[in-house]
């Protein structure tokens, strides 16, 4: 008898020091379903120390593009933890100040498989690919044309800006159209205004 009332109190004791040294009160976690069905599309003069949007003039060597990729979510499933352990009679002493949850989990139906951005001409309509005419910048400040960017980047985040840093193909009065090819061959479009360049 004394040996089983023993081993009750060991386990006891060993489930409390286990949970207050590793105990996160996590969230639930939930998984959605992500679909693109837009694009946003700013053009930006970055001449000054703040960015202002263009509406009809910027210089070819101060502008960007911000794009925008919207999405839709749609909750599928929702998980949280039965039963917590943790508050089993013992107050939780946090050994450990950090936790890892489980984050969320997101699951792009048709992901994204290109970007191209292209140039009209407006005095004679012809239409130029200048996609590696844009660049932007990793975490390290490392300056990325938006092909390489999107080689390396394992989670395509939804936004992000771009800055013309070559600019001889660029006529002086254009039009930029961005094409966000899925793969399900489905494209989502969209143009600047007319912007002159001076």
Do not use: H
């Not at 489980?102 to 239409?127: C, F, G, H, R």
């Not at 590696?132 to 044309?145: A, C, K, P, R, V």
């Not at 999107?150 to 660029?170: A, H, P």
């Amino acid at each position: 008898m004394n040996k089983k009332v023993i081993i009750i109190f060991l386990i006891y004791f060993i489930q409390s020091i286990a949970t207050s040294c590793c105990s996160c009160d996590c969230d639930p976690i939930n998984t959605f379903e992500k679909t693109y069905n837009d694009l946003d599309l700013k053009a930006w003069d970055t001449s000054g120390f703040q960015n202002t949007e263009v509406l009809n003039s910027a210089y070819k060597n101060a502008f960007g593009l911000t794009i925008y990729v919207q999405f839709e979510l749609n909750q599928i499933s929702y998980s949280k933890p039965i039963w917590n352990i943790s508050s089993f009679g013992f107050t939780s002493a946090y050994a450990m100040s950090d936790c890892d949850c489980p984050m969320d989990e997101y699951i792009t139906l048709d992901p994204i498989a290109s970007i191209k951005i292209n140039v009209v001409n407006i005095e004679t309509q012809e239409i130029t690919d200048v996609t590696d005419n844009f660049t932007t910048y990793n975490y390290n400040g490392e300056q990325l044309t938006i092909s390489e960017l999107f080689e390396i980047r394992e989670d395509w985040l939804d936004g992000f800006q771009v800055d013309m840093s070559e600019y001889d193909n660029i006529p002086d009065r254009s039009l930029f159209t961005v094409i966000i090819s899925l793969e399900s061959g489905a494209e989502l479009v969209k143009q600047t205004q007319e912007i002159t360049f001076e």
